[in-house]
């Protein structure tokens, strides 16, 4: 099993639709989780990080379900600038603290 | 001005050259990265840093070196430089606890897109 899984998609949507992401990881003792977002050929940026209750930031929502070992990413009322790949991260505590990325999805809006 | 750059911000060379990419960065992390990223595979650690001291070897290391001249700087080199190698490469910064991160959030460059002919 992959250490962090991801659907590649692409998930093409229509504006102002809802659509939801998960990630499944394999390791148990991964400490911290979070979702990034990458533009076509620039740089990964922090789109918001998941806590153990969840986390709401405007239109986007991040869970955390340890006991599955998965998180998802909901994004209501998509726009056109949500269109992306957004990657799943995941820190396992360990001495190296290592990070582990998933391939990401990628996210095409319709107008 | 960026937190963290990357120089050159493109580069193309020969098979066989010997070529170093740059990376500094101004938010006084102690943790710098070095990946790689091409087309369906994701992001891969070439090279990681806690510490000016401490180098380790990511996941796939064969090929490259790494060195750490300071906290703010930390450089890749490709000793002969192969076609394979061509891949858009991106510097990250991280520290276990920052004031206004979460811990152990990576930030990236902007990336140096390298081809090999």
């Known amino acids: 099993r992959k250490e962090v899984e991801q659907d590649p998609g692409p998930f093409n949507v229509p504006e102002g639709a809802t659509v939801a992401f998960n990630c499944t990881y394999s390791?148990?003792?991964?400490?911290?989780f979070f979702w990034y977002r990458q533009d076509c050929r620039k740089e990964p940026k922090l789109l918001m990080s998941?806590?153990?209750s969840g986390n709401e930031d405007g239109r986007f929502t991040a869970q955390l379900n340890r006991a599955s070992q998965y998180i998802s990413l909901l994004i209501r009322d998509s726009k056109l600038s949500d269109s992306a790949t957004y990657l799943c991260?995941?820190?396992?505590?360990?001495?190296?603290?290592?990070?582990?990325f998933g391939k990401g999805t990628r996210l095409h809006i319709l107008p | 001005d960026a937190d963290v750059t990357q120089t050159p911000r493109n580069r193309i060379t020969k098979t066989g050259k010997r070529i170093m990419l740059e990376c500094s960065q101004t938010?006084?992390?102690?943790?710098m990265y070095w990946y790689r990223q091409d087309p369906g595979l994701g992001l891969r650690l070439i090279y990681y840093?806690?510490?000016?001291?401490?180098?380790n070897k990511g996941e796939i290391s064969d090929g490259y070196s790494v060195s750490r001249q300071a906290q703010a700087k930390f450089s890749l080199s490709l000793e002969s430089a192969i076609p394979n190698q061509t891949a858009l490469y991106f510097c990250?910064?991280?520290?276990?606890?920052?004031?206004?991160?979460?811990?152990?959030?990576?930030?990236f460059g902007p990336g140096t897109r390298l081809t090999v002919l």
């Open positions: 998941v806590y153990s």
């Open positions: 990250a910064t991280s520290a276990r606890y920052s004031r206004g991160s979460s811990y152990n959030e990576q930030f």
């Open positions: 938010k006084g992390h102690d943790r």
């Open positions: 991260v995941v820190n396992v505590a360990n001495r190296d603290d290592k990070i582990i």
């Open positions: 840093s806690f510490d000016v001291k401490d180098i």
């Open positions: 390791n148990s003792a991964s400490q911290s």
